[in-house]
Every structure is written in C-alpha cells, then in structure tokens.
C-alpha cells in the first residue's frame, strides 16, 4: 500500500508513524484508518521491529476525528466510522511490542484517544489534551469514554468529557494521562531514549508484560494472577530468561 497520511521510518528496531495532514491539524479520516490498518497488519508480521512510536506533524498531535468528513455521516455511517476507529485502536494496543505516542501538540477527541491507545504517552510541554466532543453534540467515538475512565478514574473522565476542557500537560500528568512532559525541542530525543531502552530488551518478558498488564484489567484479580503466575514459569524455560539470570551472576550485560 502507498501511504499518503502516514510517514514510517523504521531504524535501530524502532518504527516512527508520523501522522501528516498538517493543514487539518492531522485530524483522521477513513484514508488514516485504512493506512493505520494495512501498517499494523504488516508490523505483526516483523520480527525486526522492537517499539512503534506515534507523533504527528506540526503544530499537533491529532486534533481530533475529521469533523468535516463525519458531518455528513448517516448514524449508520457514524456507527461503522466509529467501529473501524475502534478496531483499529484496538490492533494497536493489542501489539506486542511497546507503542509510545510522542504528543506533540493538540491530542483532542480523537486524538486524545489515539494516545490513549499507545502504552504511553510522552508529551512536549506545549501539548494540550481534551475530549472536546459535547461541544459538537456528540459522544467520544473511539472508546475514549472507556479508556480515559481506566487511565485517570472515573471522576476525572467525566470531568474531562462533560466539560469538554481543554487542559494543559501539567494537568495531563496530574491525572495520570500523560507519563513524562518534556521542553519541545527535545521531545523526540526524549522518546527515542525511552524507546531504546525498552528496544534493548529482548526477552519475552515484555510481551508477556504487556499482554498481562492489559487483559488483566478486564479479569477477576485471581483469574490474572495465574495467569502471571504461568507467563512467570513460562519464562524459566526459555533461553533470553537463562540468559538473562546468568549475566546477572557473572556481572555482564545479557546478550540479547
Ligand atoms: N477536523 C477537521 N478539520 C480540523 C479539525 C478536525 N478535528 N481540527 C482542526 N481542523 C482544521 C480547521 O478547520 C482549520 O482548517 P482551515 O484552515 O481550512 O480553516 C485547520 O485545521 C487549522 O485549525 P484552526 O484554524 O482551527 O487552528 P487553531 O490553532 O485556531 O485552533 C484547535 C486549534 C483549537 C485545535 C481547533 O482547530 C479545534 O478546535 N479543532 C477541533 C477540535 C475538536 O473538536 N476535536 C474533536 C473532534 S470530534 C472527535 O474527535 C470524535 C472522535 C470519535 C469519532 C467517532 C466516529 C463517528
């Protein structure tokens, strides 16, 4: 597929999708999807590749879903809009390697819930986050009303989505949104150390992690922690594991 919104470049196992409509504040439309969708597929299929990073074009992150093209939208479009969004999202917390959306601007509605679908989000301090979708007399369509609950409480996402407020990236990391706030100028740098650092390890155990982390939050406590338990043992059977203990012991780097 020839990509026209995404930008890849893919160096030292780390891929960067830069999202550019930056005329629209990079806002997603079906083309976005469509490109999102094929580029995840073929990610899923490398084994080259240790951490996708997220950024956007511009002055923005994401400014939210196309409103231009969802205006003229059937409900019976809007459903199917919404649902491929959602699928699509879905993929991308799904894979399993480590996902970091580096925001660099507006991350509203649709944005904000792309963010939100990464495993985290490192912002520049310029970056403002928002859930701006009552001001249009709609609803959050990317299981932003879901995700935003389970990353900041319940309480601060009704605040965030009944208010329709715009906040700051200050108030983004006070309610958990954001994970680390950077000058702009060095974001990118910023994100590209954190993901080496996680592109460094090569064992199973952050798949494993990952994959815990995020089906263990829709499972009974106990029913999660055989499953932690198994993923555990499952480890010990493997050689990056071994190795990993072994390098320990003889004082060394693991040789992943
Ligand atoms: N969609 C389409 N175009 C957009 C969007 C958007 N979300 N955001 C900005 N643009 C366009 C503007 O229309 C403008 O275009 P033009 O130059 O042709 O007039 C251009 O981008 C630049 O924008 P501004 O001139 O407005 O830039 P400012 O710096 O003055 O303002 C803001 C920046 C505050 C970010 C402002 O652009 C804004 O409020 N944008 C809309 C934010 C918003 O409401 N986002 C939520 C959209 S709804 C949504 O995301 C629902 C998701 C679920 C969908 C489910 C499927 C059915």
Redesign the pocket.
């Known amino acids: 597929m020839e990509y026209t919104i995404l930008k890849i470049s893919i160096a030292d196992r780390i891929a960067t999708v830069t999202i550019s409509r930056p005329?629209?504040?990079n806002?997603l439309n079906t083309l976005f999807f469509k490109e999102m969708d094929h580029f995840l597929h073929d990610l899923q299929a490398r084994d080259d590749v240790r951490v996708l990073v997220i950024t956007g074009e511009g002055k923005?992150f994401v400014?939210?879903?196309?409103?231009?093209e969802?205006s003229g939208m059937t409900p019976e479009e809007?459903f199917e809009?919404?649902r491929f969004?959602q699928n699509v999202f879905a993929s991308l917390e799904k894979l399993r390697i480590p996902v970091i959306a580096a925001v660099n601007g507006?991350a509203?509605?649709?944005g904000c819930?792309l963010a939100m679908a990464c495993d985290f989000r490192i912002a520049s301090k310029l970056a403002k986050f928002g859930q701006?979708?009552m001001?249009?007399g709609?609803t959050?369509?990317?299981a932003g009303t879901q995700r935003l609950s389970r990353i900041s409480g319940i309480g601060n996402a009704l605040y965030l989505i009944l208010t329709a407020d715009t906040i700051t990236s200050d108030d983004a990391l006070r309610i958990g949104l954001v994970q680390k706030l950077c000058e702009p100028e060095t974001l990118m740098e910023e994100v590209m150390k954190l993901a080496s650092k996680l592109a460094s390890n090569g064992s199973g155990a952050l798949p494993a992690i990952k994959k815990l982390i995020r089906d263990g939050i829709s499972l009974p406590f106990e029913e999660a922690s055989i499953l932690e338990a198994r993923a555990f043992s499952t480890s010990f059977g493997e050689a990056a594991t071994k190795e990993g203990m072994k390098a320990f012991m003889e004082k060394r780097k693991p040789n992943w």
């Open positions: 005329a629209v504040l806002a923005a400014a939210g879903a196309d409103i231009a969802m809007a809009f919404s969004g507006y509203l509605g649709g819930e701006p979708e001001n249009l709609l959050p369509g990317y």
